[in-house]
């Protein structure tokens, strides 16, 4: 993906301040605040990797779990309509709706890529 790095698991946003002239971001996908700078893109990467190595080493120090950009589960509403749709097509193929939600997607997000 454009504007973004990603290091040890954590994905980071880079952007550009013309005003100042820095390149800065964020570590996406957590609540955490966590965020970096650099003058150049080298040293906005190297920014970057730091500070995801502060905030894992700070987690161990207190003792407390690093957040997890992405643990595999979210909520998606759809509508109960649709919702009605997609579970008895999973009854009527024998499959859990589950199944039939990450297959939809991963289709989706293939054709979207190509």
Do not use: W
């Not at 998606?76 to 097509?89: D, E, I, K, Q, Y």
Request: charged share 30%; proline share 2%; hydrophobic share 35%.
């Amino acid at each position: 993906m454009k504007d973004m790095m990603n290091y040890k698991g954590y994905d980071g946003s880079v952007h550009y301040n013309d005003g100042d002239q820095i390149f800065h971001g964020k570590l996406e996908f957590i609540s955490a605040l966590v965020s970096y700078e650099g003058e150049d893109v080298k040293g906005l990467k190297a920014s970057f990797e730091e500070a995801v190595n502060d905030y894992l080493d700070m987690c161990k120090e207190e003792r407390i779990e690093p957040e997890k950009p992405f643990k595999g589960n979210f909520n998606v509403r759809t509508g109960s309509a649709l919702h009605r749709r997609a579970a008895l097509f999973a009854k009527e193929q024998n499959i859990n709706l589950n199944n039939v939600i990450i297959e939809a997607l991963d289709k989706y997000l293939l054709a979207r890529q190509a």
